[in-house]
């Protein structure tokens, strides 16, 4: 069974930094795999993601300020957020697509506030 846990959202002022965490279980690995994010009375959108090529993507909000990571060897995978902004409030999910079918996980909550 996929599973998908993440962890690190938590409250920060404009400006700070934030690590957030996905621990993924129950498949070796992936090759498509990201992170997302909902704001309050927005769709999900894509924020961060490794394709099937290993190239990465970042949406044009958060570039060079967000930084996607992972290692293979702790099935895990990592979004480093800098200079964080007060947009940047949502939940942010992970996400993986393996053989075709989307997992997600619960999510975690970035709020961004002074």
């Known amino acids: 069974q996929v599973q998908l846990v993440e962890s690190g959202g938590d409250l920060v002022q404009p400006g700070g930094s934030l690590r957030l965490t996905c621990l993924i279980s129950g498949i070796a690995t992936a090759s498509l795999l990201g992170w997302y994010r909902q704001a309050p009375g927005n769709q999900r959108e894509l924020v961060a993601g490794f394709g099937s090529g290993g190239w990465i993507t970042y949406a044009d909000s958060v570039k060079g300020r967000f930084y996607i990571s992972r290692d293979d060897g702790k099935n895990t995978m990592y979004l480093q957020m800098n200079s964080l902004k007060s947009e940047d409030t949502g939940v942010y999910y992970c996400?993986?697509?393996?053989?075709?079918?989307?997992?997600w996980g619960k999510g975690t909550l970035v709020t961004v506030s002074s």
């Open positions: 996400n993986i697509n393996y053989n075709g079918v989307d997992y």
